[in-house]
């Protein structure tokens, strides 16, 4: 292969093609992967010039002939109550909340494979619309699958049982409230992420606030989630080692359940009983549609911000440092990754850092490429607290060996932070595949679940394996497993995550960190977290959703049994 890059696709998306379903985040943007990374895959495996050639983009009109099976009158309620304009029923429009971003909803997009479709969208204005729209559904027997941004990676929304999707953006993206006393938000479920954000660094000209805000809460896919589905999938937030999960932030919830409307109370702490918020948290859709959500924020100080980047000899001493950051009690880092010996090789070829020079230098000093591990991240509260975090963990990164790099190579992180995702597209585009699965583990088992999964995945010739630690806690970590491989074949792909899976609970660690469970990883859930407390999730499911209507079909292993839930065979059309 010559040295010139593959010609990636970069023309328009149309609107109603199958490629603006399975894309990630806006129409015409993309991020393409550059010369470093391109070799690695040529290397990786063994691919020709030919074999970089996109192929089946999805550029055809997504076309989805599967009629509503909603009665007329049920349709009628519905459109009286939500007014026509929110009642829609055409095929492509079921078909955009029909999947998420899971890597088999786009394996299943890309092949032009439609299933589970819901039988309607609807778009509720406000609370009372959502309580009709339960009643109705209450009352005829319909499933109901709530719509966040549809950034799920576990087939959150997935309506397997067919019935409504709930569509939260359109309407419920509003702020109720704003308390600068308590310094808290509430607002509506369908925000998403940078509206929020937005409203809270501008908060003196935009609510009369004294001060700036942040709300501390930044997945990578920000942009295009919302505050309702960060909750209710328990999600994290890249600075999430200074902020804390979701769960740190939120104060209090307001949810429309078939039981009825459960309200928790904006008191920063209670010793009132188990902890209803921590209830609904994590409910994924399956208990009620979550309609408020009051925040507690952050003074918003940028110009606090302090990065830092280190290379360590080793994994082992790179944890360890970690480790040493989050118990040494001297502050915490905000955004803190640890990237293991392939992810590191990896991102410095993506990050444009692999230079030979620059390598044959650290080699010198102990940091070789194949065994170096980078940490990156920021500390951030006010100036003097900044300053702190960043002094303490540069003493403990030089007692553990690390060394120091460039500036640039943080700034590069930044500067990718909600890019990255689009490099999938391209990817796919050739036949390669990638895909993550993020785990949580204590530091004493961190070795081992690393090892352990690493070995499980590579088992697989030619798979690239990378894993960072990123939102870690004195007592572990979260691990992000990211596997990079050719293959296209959605047997061969559900047969290998499955491996993965088995992998990650064999070794000790918890199916999900922040991804939630949805309906992909459910069949693993009750071999981790036991009968008795699977048992207690479904006597709250029975008595939130006793008729079983709310996103049914596998979620959080609540119904189907567990053979079924796993031998899910994905074969066309089945359920349209
Ligand atoms: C590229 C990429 C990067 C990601 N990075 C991160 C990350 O850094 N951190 C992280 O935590 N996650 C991450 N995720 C996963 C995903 O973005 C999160 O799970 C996110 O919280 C989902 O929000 P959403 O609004 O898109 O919800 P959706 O995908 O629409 O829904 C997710 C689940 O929540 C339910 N739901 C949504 N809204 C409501 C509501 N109002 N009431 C009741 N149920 C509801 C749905 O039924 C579904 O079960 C990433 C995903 C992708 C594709």
């Known amino acids: 292969m010559t040295d010139a890059l593959p010609k990636w696709f970069d023309g328009p998306v149309p609107e109603a093609s199958w490629r603006a379903l399975l894309k990630w985040g806006s129409l015409n943007e993309s991020k393409h992967p550059n010369a470093g990374l391109v070799r690695l895959m040529q290397r990786t495996f063994g691919m020709s010039e030919a074999d970089f050639a996109p192929r089946n983009l999805g550029l055809e009109p997504a076309v989805v002939d599967a009629p509503s099976r909603l009665p007329e009158e049920t349709l009628a309620a519905f459109r009286e109550l939500l007014g026509p304009e929110n009642v829609v029923t055409d095929g492509l429009s079921r078909l955009r909340v029909a999947y998420g971003k899971t890597m088999l909803d786009l394996l299943r997009l890309r092949q032009g494979i439609v299933e589970h479709l819901p039988d309607a969208v609807l778009h509720p204005r406000d609370r009372h619309d959502v309580e009709g729209i339960v009643a109705i559904c209450g009352r005829h027997g319909i499933p109901l699958t709530p719509f966040g941004g549809g950034t799920s990676v576990t087939r959150g929304v997935e309506c397997v049982k067919g019935g409504v999707s709930l569509d939260l953006r359109t309407h419920m993206n509003k702020v109720i409230g704003f308390n600068e006393v308590d310094q808290t938000i509430t607002v509506e479920a369908g925000m998403y992420g940078p509206e929020l954000e937005q409203v809270l660094n501008r908060a003196p000209e935009l609510l009369g606030a004294r001060r700036a805000y942040t709300c501390g809460h930044f997945p990578q896919s920000f942009e295009f989630a919302t505050v309702g589905g960060w909750v209710v999938t328990r999600g994290a937030g890249q600075n999430s080692t200074y902020y804390g999960k979701i769960e740190d932030l939120v104060l209090a919830q307001e949810m429309v359940t078939p039981r009825g409307v459960i309200r928790t109370q904006a008191?920063?702490?209670?010793?009132?009983?188990?902890?209803?918020?921590?209830?609904?948290?994590?409910?994924?859709?399956?208990f009620g549609v979550l309609t408020q959500v009051?925040?507690?924020?952050?003074r918003h100080l940028p110009e606090a911000l302090r990065r830092f980047s280190y290379l360590f000899p080793d994994f082992a001493l790179a944890t360890a440092a970690a480790r040493e950051c989050l118990q040494s009690e001297g502050g915490r880092p905000s955004v803190f990754r640890v990237s293991d010996a392939e992810e590191t090789d990896v991102v410095m070829k993506l990050y444009g850092v692999d230079r030979p020079w620059a390598n044959a230098l650290s080699s010198l000093v102990g940091l070789k490429p194949g065994s170096r591990c980078l940490m990156l991240g920021t500390t951030g509260g006010t100036e003097a607290l900044s300053k702190v975090?960043?002094?303490?963990?540069?003493?403990?990164?030089?007692?553990?060996?690390?060394?120091?790099?460039s500036g640039l190579v943080t700034r590069a992180w930044e500067h990718g932070r909600f890019r990255d995702p689009y490099l999938r597209d391209d990817l796919q585009d050739v036949g390669i595949l990638i895909d993550t699965l993020e785990c949580t583990v204590t530091w004493d088992t961190l070795e081992r679940v690393h090892r352990g999964v690493r070995?499980?995945?590579?088992?697989?010739?030619?798979?690239?394996?990378?894993?960072?630690?990123?939102?870690?806690?004195?007592?572990?970590?979260?691990?992000y497993f990211i596997f990079i491989a050719r293959m296209d074949d959605i047997g061969d792909y559900l047969a290998y995550q499955a491996e993965i899976l088995d992998a990650i609970l064999a070794h000790g660690a918890t199916m999900s960190h922040h991804h939630g469970i949805g309906k992909m990883t459910a069949p693993w859930l009750e071999a981790q977290i036991g009968t008795e407390q699977l048992e207690?999730?479904?006597?709250?499911?029975?008595?939130?959703?006793?008729?079983?209507?709310?996103n049914p079909g596998g979620t959080l292993a609540l119904d189907l049994p567990d053979a079924e839930r796993r031998g899910w065979i994905v074969s066309g059309i089945q359920n349209c």
């Open 267 to 286: 008191h920063p702490a209670a010793a009132t009983g188990p902890d209803p918020d921590q209830i609904l948290m994590g409910s994924e859709g399956a």
């Open 294 to 298: 009051t925040l507690r924020l952050h």
């Open 389 to 405: 975090a960043r002094k303490n963990l540069g003493r403990i990164c030089r007692r553990f060996g690390g060394r120091a790099t």
């Open 455 to 479: 070995a499980a995945a590579k088992d697989r010739p030619r798979t690239i394996c990378m894993t960072h630690l990123s939102h870690a806690y004195p007592q572990g970590a979260n691990l």
């Open 536 to 550: 207690l999730f479904r006597a709250l499911k029975r008595h939130f959703d006793p008729a079983n209507l709310m």
